[in-house]
């Protein structure tokens, strides 16, 4: 059966009761409720899934801006992207990926020092750290589509710089689903992400450059 149209796809920032239908399925977002990143590893490992998931809730109900995007297709929603400033994320900071980036000379030379002053909520570094396709409509252009959402949607809330931790599947051909939902490296590369690292092996640092005009620039 051939995938359906990316031109079918809408996106919207997302909604409780939306994100609840996609998870609220069999697998791993039914058990993560994309907390993975929004915790250190004792405390995610301390929560059951019930209480991951009234965690994201409370995402919701204390108000704008929402922590991700959806994508719909005939109304119902088809794919999730996390994205929200980057010290929202303590996994993601306290990782290896990241502190190899910020190691590195290239890194710290796109890190700006106007950008660290601004990493508060209201702008700095948005991080893009996960996505889920509905069975049945990956490989049909939801994951960009949610890629260009999630960028348009940082910058709507005040960020300079957009950042991602893709998955590089020329260097990981083995890799699965379990590490996939990062992104792919052509995925972010595509929506004209531009690499700051690739300290680990694999595993790259992006950013995308925001500009000031409400225009996305590398």
């Known amino acids: 059966m051939n995938p359906r149209p990316a031109s079918d796809l809408t996106t919207s920032a997302a909604q409780w009761h939306d994100?609840?239908?996609?998870?609220?399925?069999?697998?791993?977002?039914?058990?993560?409720?994309?907390?993975?990143?929004?915790?250190?590893?004792?405390e995610y490992t301390a929560l059951s899934p019930a209480a991951r998931?009234?965690?994201?809730?409370?995402?919701?109900?204390?108000?704008?801006?929402?922590?991700?995007?959806?994508?719909?297709?005939?109304?119902?929603?088809?794919?999730?992207?996390?994205?929200?400033?980057?010290?929202?994320?303590?996994?993601?900071?306290?990782?290896r990926v990241l502190r190899s980036a910020e190691a590195s000379?290239?890194?710290?030379a796109e890190l700006t020092a106007a950008d660290a002053a601004t990493s508060g909520t209201s702008g700095g570094i948005w991080a893009?750290?996960?996505?889920?396709v509905a069975a049945g409509h990956r490989r049909s252009g939801?994951?960009?589509?949610?890629?260009?959402?999630?960028?348009?949607?940082?910058?709507?809330?005040g960020a300079d710089v957009v950042e991602g931790y893709p998955v590089d599947p020329a260097q990981r051909p083995k890799a699965g689903a379990?590490?996939?939902?990062?992104?792919?490296?052509?995925?972010?590369?595509?929506?004209?992400?531009?690499?700051?690292s690739t300290a680990v092996?694999?595993?790259?640092?992006?950013?995308?450059?925001?500009a000031g005009d409400s225009s996305a620039a590398q």
């Open 19 to 42: 994100v609840e239908r996609l998870f609220g399925g069999p697998g791993e977002p039914s058990r993560c409720w994309c907390r993975y990143f929004a915790l250190t590893g004792p």
């Open 53 to 95: 998931k009234e965690q994201l809730k409370d995402k919701f109900d204390a108000g704008p801006p929402a922590p991700g995007i959806l994508a719909y297709r005939d109304g119902d929603p088809v794919g999730w992207c996390a994205v929200e400033p980057r010290e929202c994320y303590p996994r993601v900071l306290r990782s």
């Open 105 to 108: 000379v290239r890194a710290e």
């Open 128 to 132: 893009v750290t996960c996505f889920v």
């Open 142 to 157: 939801v994951a960009a589509a949610l890629l260009r959402a999630a960028v348009d949607h940082a910058q709507v809330h």
């Open 178 to 196: 379990a590490d996939l939902y990062h992104g792919t490296l052509g995925l972010f590369l595509g929506a004209g992400f531009n690499v700051v």
């Open 201 to 210: 092996p694999g595993r790259a640092v992006v950013r995308l450059r925001l």
